[in-house]
């Protein structure tokens, strides 16, 4: 049974992080601090798992201090650059903080799969116990569940094409396991030893996602107080996704297109291009073709980026998986919350089976994590679920109705006394859009600005086009 150390000060999130690892088959001890964490035998571990902040020494400490131990960082989007910072001093990989149940253990997984790669086979070469857990490990079957027909063509295309350097561009909408797809790519490749970087090009403020990706030099723009190494840079040798590629800005697509065509990037003030050999894997929920005609997104971006798709069916087209789906987070939450003989009321079952899952998997997690904290007896009832009532009781953040808002506030009272929520988004964009950017509009709104682009697309309200002079 593997030995697994977590070294994180959160007693919460340690004690979050144990029991899911435990529950998992795994050994697992735990520790505040590198400090604590060196009462033990490091070199006994198989893996540590070490949160960056931490009071006294770094996480990054246990690198140095555990040489011959994978270390997994854990960090937060805040400390990103760190993380990459973390692994250039030797880290295998490292996870974002928030993260879900299955992206932690397919990690874990893959880790641990490396680490028993070299004694693998033995003197004759014959194939042992460790190199088939480990292909099992990186299948994409143990990291998405799919066993209804279109999942298993996504398995079958995803074995196909990992093995190779093509690009790869995953398809499908929000919530469908993207990203999973991604990782699945990654550790079924040759490539599966070096870093997968992950970024969401939706949650980096439009401002920072060319320093972000491309890296900057000392005194580039204000605020640059020191060189930094770019996110695909750290991804040498490796494998960068990007998600939500669609919403990245013209000057960063151009960027983007020199990577794929001449394997070379420039940081953000140099004049000094450098070499990097990066597979590239992009995802979306957004019709780029369609993107490609109104000018939002560049055509020969696309076609670069177009070369195979992998596309993730939504929810409501993998009926033999729903149910069995819902179970299996009933049974997860349940475990984790102290309530293990949960289980679905006749009614509830039905409900789950008609509803349209909107926000496909990672809506019905939620709606199971929710029912799970409510459940105040051992079946989950529709109620519970809360399924009907999907955006009934939206709220909308003070900030719209304050300040430089008075007069989109005042014209809506005016035009119509009991304005919907989705009435008051088109006003206020469509008033607003020709001052504001996309980031200060979701900012105002209260909403992610991957949220906004969804809601314009929904409610068919064009993007700004945005200057080329424009920064």
Not at 324 to 346: E, N
Request: glycine share 8%.
């Amino acid at each position: 049974m593997p030995r697994i150390l977590i070294v994180e000060d959160e007693e919460i999130i340690r004690s979050a992080v144990r029991k899911m690892l435990t529950h998992a088959g795994y050994d697992v001890t735990d520790a505040g601090s590198v400090e604590e964490a060196e009462e033990h035998d490091l070199g006994s571990f198989d893996l540590i798992i070490s949160d960056l902040r931490l009071p006294g020494a770094p996480g990054t400490e246990m690198i140095r201090r555990a040489p011959a131990t994978p270390v997994l960082i854990m960090t937060s989007y805040a400390s990103l650059r760190s993380a990459v910072d973390s692994m250039k001093l030797g880290a295998v990989e490292y996870i974002a903080k928030p993260f879900d149940h299955d992206e932690m253990l397919a990690s874990v997984a893959a880790i641990l799969a490396r680490k028993s790669t070299p004694a693998a086979a033995d003197d004759s070469g014959a194939v042992t116990t460790k190199t088939v857990t480990q292909a099992a490990e990186s299948d994409p079957a143990s990291i998405m569940f799919g066993q209804c027909e279109p999942m298993q063509r996504v398995f079958t295309l995803i074995r196909k094409v990992a093995p190779t350097e093509t690009t790869v561009l995953i398809l499908g909408e929000s919530g469908t396991g993207k990203e999973l797809a991604a990782r699945a790519l990654h550790l079924l490749s040759p490539r599966a030893t070096a870093p997968l970087i992950s970024v969401n090009c939706a949650a980096i403020p439009e401002s920072l996602i060319e320093s972000e990706l491309f890296g900057h030099e000392k005194g580039a723009f204000t605020g640059a107080v020191g060189a930094r190494t770019g996110l695909i840079e750290a991804a040498n040798g490796g494998s960068l996704f990007l998600d939500e590629i669609g919403e990245l800005p013209a000057e960063a697509q151009a960027r983007l297109l020199r990577v794929l065509q001449e394997g070379e990037i420039r940081k953000v003030g140099s004049t000094q291009s450098l070499k990097v050999n990066v597979r590239m894997l992009a995802a979306t929920h957004r019709n780029l073709k369609a993107m490609t005609r109104s000018g939002e997104f560049r055509e020969d971006l696309f076609y670069r980026l177009n070369v195979m798709q992998v596309r993730i069916p939504p929810l409501r087209d993998r009926q033999g998986d729903i149910l069995i789906l819902a179970r299996r987070f009933l049974k997860r939450q349940g475990a984790k919350m102290g309530k293990p003989d949960l289980q679905f009321s006749a009614d509830a079952v039905r409900t789950i089976e008609r509803h349209r899952w909107p926000g496909n998997v990672r809506e019905l997690e939620n709606a199971i994590e929710r029912a799970t904290i409510l459940c105040d007896s051992e079946l989950i009832t529709p109620a519970l679920l809360d399924l009907n009532g999907d955006g009934d009781s939206e709220y909308i953040p003070e900030t719209l109705v304050a300040g430089d808002n008075k007069q989109a506030q005042a014209q809506g009272a005016d035009s119509q006394g009991d304005l919907s929520l989705e009435d008051y988004f088109q006003h206020f964009v469509l008033e607003n859009q020709e001052r504001m950017s996309e980031t200060e509009l979701a900012q105002k709104l209260g909403i992610s600005r991957k949220s906004l682009w969804e809601r314009r697309q929904r409610l068919g309200i064009p993007r700004k086009k945005t200057s080329g002079s424009s920064h």
